[in-house]
Structures are given as structure tokens and as C-alpha cells.
């Protein structure tokens, strides 16, 4: 078989090339699964909150829960607004115009860190123990993205995503 133009093979890309994934889009039950991590995740830290103030109130008593309550309300909106800065960014980066001024996002930066050093303060000074809840709720957010992995990775692995 001499150069046959009949019995010629399409160019294949060879197998160290990387893949061109720029032109393929997910089917849209996988876009819509994960548009809804976001929601998981915020319904997750509020359960997770509910249950630690319990656990705090009942083992601890009220001091620690109030500061588990402090500590997970400033975590559910520092995370709130983390998510707007992030699309704020996304959108600034794709240059759709849409979003806040930098100004706004960087006053809600400011005032993020700033409820949490407010919080610390009066809790330390109302309760030096309730302080201790307070950091704890501050971690709600860990947990909740922790299942929400999970949660994914067993989707993806059942479904194939």
C-alpha cells in the first residue's frame, strides 16, 4: 500500500496532545448540579449552625450557644458576600460590566473582617468562655463544604458527571 489517497486516515490528534475542551459544553443536567452547590452549601451551614447552637446549649449552656450563633451568623454572611465579590470578579473579568463598583466590594471586604473583630471584642469582654463558641461558629462554612464534596463526588461517581 503505497499512498493511496483513498485509503487515507483522518489526522488524529496524537495522544500527548492535551484535549481542546474550549468548544464542548456540558449537558445541562450537569451545568444545573452545579449551580446548586452554592444553595447546598447555605442550607448545610444553617443546618449544621441549628445543630451546634443545640449541642452548645445543652452541653455548654447559653453562653456558648450565643456565640455559636454570633460566630455562624457572621460565617452565613461573610460567605454570602464572598460569593457576590467572587461573580463580582468573574464579571469584571469577562468584561460583562455587570456587578458592583470596586469601591463596594472592597467596603464589603473591609466590613466583613470588621464584624468578626466586633464580634470577638464584645464576646470577650460579655463572656471570655462564649468566645470559644463564637470561633467555632465561625467555622460552620467548613463542614458544609466538606459534604458538599462528598456529595458531589459520589454524584459524579454514580452518574458519570
Not at 499512498?3 to 487515507?8: A, I, L
Not at 463580582?88 to 473582617?113: E, I, K, P, W
Not at 458531589?152 to 458519570?160: D, K, P, Q
Request: glycine letters at 14%.
Amino acid at each position: 500500500m503505497i499512498d493511496d489517497p483513498e485509503n487515507e486516515q483522518p489526522d488524529q490528534p496524537s495522544p500527548d496532545a492535551a484535549p481542546d475542551f474550549s468548544t464542548e459544553q456540558p449537558p445541562p443536567e450537569v451545568t444545573a448540579f452545579y449551580e446548586g452547590a452554592i444553595a447546598r452549601v447555605r442550607l448545610l451551614m444553617l443546618v449544621f449552625g441549628l445543630a451546634a447552637v443545640t449541642y452548645g446549649a445543652i452541653i455548654h449552656g447559653l453562653p456558648i450557644a450565643l456565640g455559636i450563633l454570633a460566630g455562624g451568623a457572621v460565617a452565613y454572611l461573610n460567605f454570602v458576600w464572598l460569593k457576590i465579590a467572587v461573580t463580582h470578579f468573574a464579571d469584571r473579568l469577562a468584561n460583562t460590566g455587570g456587578g458592583d463598583s470596586g469601591t463596594g466590594v472592597v467596603a464589603r471586604f473591609m466590613l466583613r473582617y470588621g464584624l468578626i473583630g466586633i464580634g470577638a471584642y464584645v464576646i470577650l469582654h460579655g463572656s471570655p468562655g462564649s468566645l470559644y463558641g463564637f470561633l467555632g461558629g465561625l467555622l460552620l462554612p467548613v463542614p458544609a463544604i466538606l459534604c458538599e464534596a462528598v456529595y458531589e463526588l459520589v454524584v459524579a461517581l454514580r452518574r458519570g458527571l
